[in-house]
């Protein structure tokens, strides 16, 4: 069995609170590590929450115990790693325009660029496409997301902040 192998065991495996986009799509997954052969063989997962304390993690962690039970593979150890922090930098293309499809406005710019995270948005609506939106709540219904209305089409949506 291969890294590769792996990693595409776990390309099915969706977040639970976004189930348009998958763990590898998020860029949760941050490493992937086989050893030892037959009996023996062991994979090893490191992930990285989305934010510290993410309800997910628990259900994400057990998705891919099943997966890789799924395939044989009885020797799972999960790493939770908290360092260096997720970032929406981390996020795949595919999966941003997938969020997109999904009706969630996806993160607009890198948070690693200086003063990034102070920035004021200009969030589109993921409907109509409309730059004429207004932030509702900055707190969504999960950490990772904000409220946001647009002005044109008049519809409610989530926005996944950049962070």
């Not at 510290?52 to 999960?78: E, F, K, Q, T, Y």
């Not at 009706?103 to 609506?125: H, Q, S, T």
């Amino acid at each position: 069995m291969t890294k590769e192998k792996v990693m595409e065991w776990l390309s099915v495996i969706t977040d639970p609170e976004i189930p348009a986009l998958t763990i590898l799509d998020l860029g949760i997954v941050r490493n992937v590590e086989v050893s030892g052969s037959g009996n023996d063989m062991a994979v090893k997962v490191a992930i990285t929450p989305t934010y510290s304390g993410c309800p997910a993690m628990d259900v994400i962690s057990i998705s891919i115990r099943m997966a890789l039970a799924g395939h044989g593979v009885r020797n799972v150890i999960i790493e939770n790693k908290i360092s260096p922090a997720w970032t929406t930098d981390w996020m795949t293309e595919e999966g941003k325009i997938k969020l997109k499809a999904y009706g969630i406005a996806p993160p607009n710019r890198k948070a690693f660029r200086a003063l990034g995270l102070f920035e004021e948005d200009k969030v589109a609506c993921p409907r109509c496409g409309s730059e004429e939106t207004e932030l509702v709540s900055q707190f969504g219904p999960t950490s990772c997301k904000a409220l946001y209305k647009c002005l044109s089409c008049k519809e409610p949506f989530e926005h996944f902040k950049c962070h």
